[in-house]
């Protein structure tokens, strides 16, 4: 089983003011200059406050049941459904992965928002979000790197939660991920903390093929991220 970490520098994520305002709904050029500005500033602190790690687990022994559509992995059964078994089925290694943001930044945004400041405490929230999907992005370059060296590809990532895979799932998923490095923890709930983290699975091998664009593939209406390319 290979392992790999990473601490991320703010600066390697190449976060501007233009896309973290695609992702808040304004198309480039329509945002008011009020709200360009304070984006302008939070990201500045964000590059501050931020402890933005990822890691993954390469585990080469899965079993895939088609008729259940579930993975098996080091004795743990997950029910990933239709779609994620599909994208993931012609795998011949799962790597597991985690990514965070930090803790501080959804510690800003609770406490603008408590304090009344809901644009501030929204603005922070998108930013978490994009910097947790920005650490993800750089994690998976580094597995793509990885395995290219033995021929093989790595599919999209996919996340309990999405595509109809139960996000209570996330509960053996950490189980593979004990000790983490990210320092994740989950609630009864299965919620992360810190909340501005990703996990999920990417499948590795020689005939599986990574998606530019996947939202057609997913059920998730109200994600920041569907329809906008960043």
Not at 6 to 35: N, P, R, T, W
């Amino acid at each position: 089983m290979q392992n790999s970490a990473f601490q991320f520098k703010f600066a390697d994520l190449e976060l501007d003011v233009v896309q973290i305002e695609q992702l808040m709904g304004y198309k480039v050029g329509e945002s008011h200059e009020a709200i360009s500005e304070l984006t302008d500033k939070l990201l500045k602190e964000a590059g501050t406050i931020c402890n933005i790690k990822a890691e993954f687990r390469i585990f080469p022994l899965v079993s895939f049941v088609d008729p259940e559509k579930s993975i098996e992995i080091n004795g743990f059964i997950f029910n990933v459904k239709k779609i994620v078994y599909g994208q993931l089925k012609r795998a011949e290694s799962i790597a597991v992965f985690l990514c965070t943001a930090g803790p501080e930044i959804g510690i800003r945004s609770r406490t603008a928002m408590n304090d009344g400041d809901l644009l501030t405490g929204y603005i922070y929230d998108v930013i978490g979000s994009a910097i947790a999907e920005g650490a993800a992005d750089l994690m998976q370059g580094n597995l793509q790197e990885a395995v290219s060296a033995e021929s093989k590809k790595i599919t999209n990532r996919y996340s309990p939660g999405y595509c109809g895979w139960d996000v209570a799932e996330q509960h053996k998923l950490f189980q593979l991920m004990r000790d983490n490095y990210c320092g994740i923890k989950l609630n009864d709930s299965a919620l992360m903390n810190p909340e501005k983290s990703v996990s999920g699975f990417i499948g590795i091998g020689g005939h599986v093929r990574y998606n530019p664009y996947t939202c057609g593939l997913c059920d998730m209406k109200d994600c920041i991220y569907r329809n906008i390319k960043v």
